[in-house]
């Protein structure tokens, strides 16, 4: 999962694309996918290099926190949560992964069972994925 956003809340824009035009495989890594988040379409840079990005196995979404009401694409904002969560077995992780799935707001996340993380992307805030997480586990703030 990458993320991207033309208002760099999270990370900036500029590093992701170099990471594309310069040899990341995404062929390699099935969906990369890379969450690009704009007020609107005319505030949202490098959509002249969406195509060749694309082309290199990056599956470009754009998400937009303000857009015409003609707009059929994601809306909201891209945020980007990590939590240490207490996973103790494979058993806590599959009750955690469950859980997930049923968040709203929720396109994608990743589970590091070893490190004892949850990074979580979406339409979500800080908060409300600490407080959802926290209904079936001991979690904690990281970002």
Excluded at 32 to 52: C, P, T
Aim: glycine share 6%.
């Amino acid at each position: 999962m990458l993320k991207g956003s033309g208002q760099s809340s999270f990370v900036s824009s500029s590093p992701i694309r170099s990471l594309i035009e310069t040899g990341f495989n995404a062929d390699e890594r099935p969906n990369v996918r890379l969450y690009f988040g704009a007020k609107n379409l005319n505030r949202m840079a490098y959509q002249d290099r969406f195509k060749v990005w694309e082309s290199s196995g990056v599956r470009i979404v754009p998400v937009l926190s303000q857009p015409h009401d003609s707009w059929t694409g994601e809306r909201g904002f891209v945020q980007v949560v990590v939590l240490r969560v207490s996973l103790h077995c494979r058993g806590c992780e599959r009750k955690m992964r469950k859980h997930i799935f049923k968040m709203e707001g929720v396109t994608s996340f990743n589970i590091d069972f070893a490190a004892k993380k949850l990074t979580v992307v979406g339409n979500v805030t800080p908060l409300s994925v600490l407080a959802s997480v926290s209904k079936v586990k001991k979690a904690q703030l990281l970002t």
